[in-house]
């Protein structure tokens, strides 16, 4: 059972050979298009030690119990945003979850909340990404920099207006966590207007003006109504709910300024 | 010919899924008793511009026990309201730095309640010093 546990934990067997492995029940959310209609769970008896993820937990019943499984992961630390899903409700990356944590419990596995499910617990994620392309995520630079201009130098109070809304990895679990995405998915969702703000509050790019179009729209940062919960379940402690809210204030301004400011002269 | 199925989820009652979502829609539901003490004190406002006698008429009306567990309820729906968004309230400030550091929320949530503590103090004093 121990080599079962895959190749990570063979080079622990030492070490683990003297505990005694616990089992632990996986609820997993199933889904498989080409028969079924509605979706149903499946339990799976997993074993476990103190260090096994819910993700090793999922990839020991594709490879031991049930090979049909799908479900997305890469990089195994908390750094690709690819394996999030809902643990007992609560959206979260597997990779940084623990079964020991939910043990004697058991353990109930979804895909991500508010997205279409393909597969099992693969959601369709296309949605995101188009929003993604649509707020021009880099940086424009105010005019052409030649090498020899050498790096565009910030302070670190410039560094600061934007640093934690850099650490977004793209994992969605900030849409699973937002009722209003939900209810309507024309509304942009929290951590595209994160990395919309990462670039439009940072010194060094000159593209504001185009994407407070996003920003100002009934779809931008006016659909939130605050519920607060995406910058609870974030892993990276990017505050999402303090991006959209900043930027509630930044359209109110966009729009009174509108009236001050002489056409062409807008930023 | 594509395979693909994609299966939707249905949002039925998702604030009864989540504590978090339960405890927002309790939030924004405080606000309808908060938007109800205002008609009645409105109507106690247009009371008092019409002379004593309509005003005695609505502080009697007041002092009935069904208001009196309303304004019971009241307070305790304004208590939780003020609660949840003095915690929210930081996330809807622009940046503000004082010097090199920025302004945290705890900061900005103890300074509220400060606000909060000398206002009444102001008023209840206010209050105090025209009865007597
Ligand atoms: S803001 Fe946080 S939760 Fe949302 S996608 Fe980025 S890293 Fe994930
Ligand atoms: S597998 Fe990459 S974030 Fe979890």
């Known amino acids: 059972m121990l080599a079962a546990l895959g190749p990570n934990h063979r080079h622990r067997q030492d070490h683990t ?156 679990l900030c849409y699973a966590a937002c009722p209003q995405y939900g209810l309507d998915n024309e509304f942009t969702g929290p951590g595209v207007l994160a990395l919309l703000h990462r670039y439009n509050a940072d010194s060094r790019d000159a593209a504001k003006a185009e994407r407070m179009q996003v920003v100002n729209a009934e779809q931008g940062v006016w659909g939130c109504t605050l519920v607060g919960y995406c910058s609870e379940v974030c892993p990276k402690g990017v505050d999402p709910a303090l991006a959209v809210n900043r930027n509630k204030i930044c359209s109110t301004k966009d729009y009174f300024l509108r009236f001050l400011t002489p056409r062409g002269t807008r930023v | 010919m594509t395979r693909r199925k994609p299966y939707v989820r249905s949002m039925d009652r998702w604030w009864l899924r989540n504590s978090f979502f339960t405890r927002y829609m309790i939030r924004e539901a405080t606000s309808v008793f908060l938007g109800l003490y205002t008609i009645v004190l409105l109507i106690g406002l247009v009371a008092l511009s019409l002379g004593e006698a309509s005003y005695e008429r609505w502080l009697a009306t007041m002092a009935h026990p069904a208001f009196i567990g309303f304004h019971i309820v009241v307070l305790a729906a304004a208590c939780y309201h003020t609660y949840t968004w003095f915690g929210v309230s930081p996330k809807a400030m622009p940046s503000v730095r004082i010097g090199n550091a920025p302004l945290t929320p705890a900061l900005i949530i103890r300074g509220q309640y400060l606000a909060l503590a000398i206002i009444t103090l102001v008023v209840l004093v206010a209050v105090a010093s025209g009865e007597t």
């Open chain 1, 17 to 172: 050979m003297t505990e005694r492995l616990k089992e632990i029940n996986i609820e997993v959310f199933r889904y498989l298009p080409e028969h079924d209609d509605e979706p149903h769970f499946e339990t799976y008896k997993v074993p476990f030690a103190d260090n096994t993820s819910v993700l090793e937990g999922l990839q020991y019943i594709k490879d031991h119990l049930d090979g049909s499984l799908a479900f997305r992961w890469s990089c195994r630390m908390a750094i690709c945003g690819s394996c999030g899903k809902m643990v007992n409700g609560a959206p979260q990356l597997s990779c940084r979850t623990f079964l020991r944590d939910y043990y004697p419990g058991k353990v109930r596995i979804e895909p991500l909340d508010h997205f279409p499910v393909e597969r099992d617990l693969i959601v369709d994620q296309s949605d995101f990404l188009r929003k993604l392309e649509g707020i021009k995520p880099y940086l424009h630079s105010v005019k052409p920099r030649a090498i020899a201009d050498g790096p565009h130098h910030q302070t670190p109070a410039e560094l600061a207006e934007y640093e934690q809304f850099s650490q977004c990895i793209n994992c969605l």
